[in-house]
Structure formats: C-alpha cells, structure tokens
C-alpha cells in the first residue's frame, strides 16, 4: 500500500504558473515509474505525464508539451509537475499515481496502468 498526497493547486489566471508537488510514502519510492493525470467536469481522466524511476525519461501528453515539466526528487520521495503558460482548458483535478510494474511502451498513457493515485488537487485558470 502507498499513500499519494498532491498539493501546490489553486487559482491562476492565464499565462501564469503552478507547481503540483505529490509527496509518496508507504513504498520504495525510486523504484517506480509516476504520472500525473486530470479529470475536468464531465470528462474522462485524461494523461498528462509520466516519468521513470530514474527521473531520466519523460513523457507529456501533446496538449501540455512545451508548457509543463514533470520532475521528481527521489531522496526527498517526491513528485513535481510544473505549470507554465497556463490556458482555461487546463483547468481541471490533478491527479498523482504509480505506475504498475512492467508496463509497455504504449500503455504508459493509459490510466489503467497505474495502481495507486492520491486524492487529487484542484487547479482553476481563469481567462
């Protein structure tokens, strides 16, 4: 079992900037693979990144690519996600999670694929 807590949400105006911490306790933290997901009202949980346990490879959904920056501090058992260039669309519960272990390539996107999320943390950009 692992306990997942995001924090760092809240309302912004456009073109400004966020940054999610997800503090992870309950398992061997470096070891796994992250992501971060976001569900808007009415909507399907959407991927937004993922990182590997090193912290070398990462991935970003298109819709955020050269906006946001997914990093994570693994002595310290924490995972970053940071927002810049913040649009309305944007605005949505952001979710932390862990990634199964021997996921493929193209799964990594899919929610599915991870075991254990936190409660989420709510970002608001206005326009």
């Known amino acids: 079992q692992v306990q997942l807590l995001e924090s760092g949400g809240g309302l912004v105006q456009a073109g400004g900037s966020l940054r999610l911490s997800c503090a992870a306790s309950g398992r061997t933290f470096s070891s796994y693979a992250m992501g971060w997901f976001r569900q808007a009202p009415g909507k399907e949980r959407e991927f937004v990144s993922t990182?590997?346990?090193?912290?070398?490879?990462?991935v970003y959904a298109e819709s955020v690519k050269g906006r946001f920056t997914v990093s994570r501090d693994n002595a310290k058992n924490t995972l970053y996600l940071q927002m810049n260039s913040l649009k309305p669309e944007d605005t949505a519960i952001y979710y932390c999670?862990?990634?199964?272990?021997?996921?493929?390539?193209?799964?990594?996107?899919?929610?599915?694929?991870?075991?254990?999320w936190g409660q989420g943390t709510q970002v608001t950009v206005s326009s």
């Open positions: 990182i590997s346990s090193s912290g070398t490879i990462k």
């Open positions: 999670a862990v990634r199964k272990v021997g996921t493929a390539y193209n799964a990594r996107n899919n929610p599915r694929s991870y075991d254990y």
